[in-house]
């Protein structure tokens, strides 16, 4: 038996743990507050199939499972950077993914569901999702970390009917630009002939590829979709998801030559009508035959537009997704095959994994605007240059000085003490990507933009040490209360 066909029967095996879902939410505990959203939908006798919730305090996801007994839920991870050939070298690893199951227990999850993406590569730090490498050499690497994951889920992953969870994949979003030597439904092929995991396939995702490719200029949405659907390892995708989209206010409205608008994966925003077309077009194709759940994913969305766009998406589409759920229906049944652990044909040598720590390296210069584009990952790329100078002239500067907390309001008195002297918080941007910094800690990056802001200050003006010495011991003191306070208030009013 070759390995792609062990892989795909150990997955099956996998997969018939998880129970047909349905229609549900992939949502976050605060924001929207989860209990206010999950009443306000009841009202509606709207009941979730299902809640993916995202990493949240151990104690709030506790909270959640408590008072939701009769929802079945999955977890949205964060912060385990799969995408990198160090990342299991890292003193944090152990301890994030020792956490990581510790939640996944607390809720009874189903599956982890984790991005094919990093906030951090190479000693560089990002706010937001940046995709992989699409190389070879990248999936393998993306296989190698999955599978050391699984195998702690299934070692210590505790649900009450004595399954583990399952690793889902998704498909990042792009913002602007693509990178790689191979096309990216063969970067998840490679994936899943490596690892039994399991796929998440994201439609917003799934238009920012079609945007930001140079496939946009030669054929119709449509036909892309159904190429790409062609190539990709449909069999795999156990859950949709379905979010909205906008274009990024450090960008503003503007479309392409093709009419396209440059819209960017956005939770909070509504979901345009074309995804929901699209969606049509992946439930009806014949290779998706492990779909167990499709999701609006909410967090961060006013809750009246969410019960609005749920309870549409539910009269449109629950017929449709039962039906397609039903396709898989006697495959499950049809698999003898037992192995007992996951693992990987050989380990990524280490000749081949500093190669790649170089690539990301000089990956992460690129797109923060600290170096030309050179290299195999851009030539061969699909994408044109134009998407990399919009991330890097616009996105990355208003994601270090202004997303996750906006540096004028958290250091209000440094940053009038830097203007009365003439620094530009520009400078600060070149000062953050200057060079590669060992991590510290967990990804944090409000915590960062803290320690990283202190460090150009003291640099740069030293005789305001003081005060912004000052303005980050109250916001980190503040920080860590709201921590402590965050934890969702439990009261049967609320959850009724
Ligand atoms: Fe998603």
């Not at 189903?110 to 699409?134: D, I, R």
């Amino acid at each position: 038996m070759v390995d792609s066909d062990f892989m795909q029967q150990d997955f099956q095996r996998r997969l018939r743990n998880i129970p047909r879902l349905g229609m549900g939410l992939s949502v976050d505990v605060y924001s929207p507050d989860l209990f206010e959203l999950v009443n306000k939908l009841r009202k509606q006798g709207l009941e979730p199939g299902y809640l993916e919730v995202f990493k949240a305090t151990t104690t709030a996801l506790k909270s959640v499972r408590k008072a939701l007994p009769d929802i079945p839920l999955a977890y949205h991870g964060e912060g385990l950077w799969i995408t990198q050939p160090d990342v299991q070298e890292s003193t944090f690893f152990q301890r994030d993914v020792g956490e990581m199951v510790e939640q996944l227990n607390s809720l009874q999850s189903l599956w982890l569901n984790h991005e094919c993406a990093m906030k951090q590569m190479a000693g560089y730090s990002f706010g937001t999702y940046v995709p992989p490498l699409y190389m070879r050499l990248s999936a393998e690497v993306v296989a190698e970390n999955i599978v050391a994951i699984q195998q702690v889920m299934d070692q210590q992953g505790c649900r009450v009917d004595g399954t583990a969870p399952l690793f889902l994949l998704e498909m990042p979003p792009l913002t602007y630009f693509s990178a790689g030597t191979i096309p990216i439904p063969h970067f998840f092929r490679l994936v899943t002939a490596l690892v039994p995991c399991g796929l998440v396939l994201d439609i917003g995702h799934l238009w920012t590829v079609y945007r930001y490719t140079a496939v946009c200029q030669r054929v119709s949405l449509e036909q892309f979709v159904e190429g790409f659907l062609d190539e990709f390892p449909l069999e795999r995708v156990v859950e949709i998801h379905v979010a909205g989209l906008a274009c990024h206010e450090s960008v503003g409205e503007s479309k392409d030559r093709e009419g396209h608008p440059e819209w960017i994966d956005a939770h909070a925003a509504p979901i345009p009508s074309i995804l929901f077309t699209m969606l049509e077009q992946v439930l009806a194709h014949s290779n998706l035959a492990s779909l167990r759940a499709v999701a609006l994913e909410v967090d961060t969305k006013p809750i009246e537009m969410i019960v609005e766009e749920y309870s549409e998406a539910v009269r449109r589409f629950s017929f449709l997704i039962q039906h397609t759920m039903a396709r898989g229906t006697v495959a499950d049944h049809s698999m003898e095959f037992m192995p007992q652990s996951v693992s990987v044909r050989e380990p990524v040598c280490e000749a081949d994994r500093q190669k790649l720590l170089d690539d990301y390296a000089r990956y992460a210069q690129v797109i923060s605007g600290q170096a030309g584009m050179t290299g195999l990952e851009w030539q061969e790329s699909d994408s044109d240059a134009s998407g990399v100078t919009r991330y890097r002239t616009s996105y990355v500067p208003y994601e270090i000085l202004h997303w996750g907390g906006d540096l004028s309001k958290m250091f209000p008195q440094t940053c009038r003490d830097l203007a009365e002297r003439g620094v530009c918080l520009r400078e600060f941007v070149v000062f953050w990507f200057r060079s590669p910094r060992p991590l510290t800690g967990s990804y944090d990056f409000f915590l960062l933009k803290i320690e990283r802001f202190l460090e150009f200050v003291v640099e740069r003006v030293p005789d305001i040490q003081v005060c912004v010495q000052q303005e980050c011991d109250i916001l980190r003191q503040a920080y860590a209360q709201a921590n402590e306070v965050r934890e969702p208030v439990m009261d049967t009013e609320r959850t009724r």
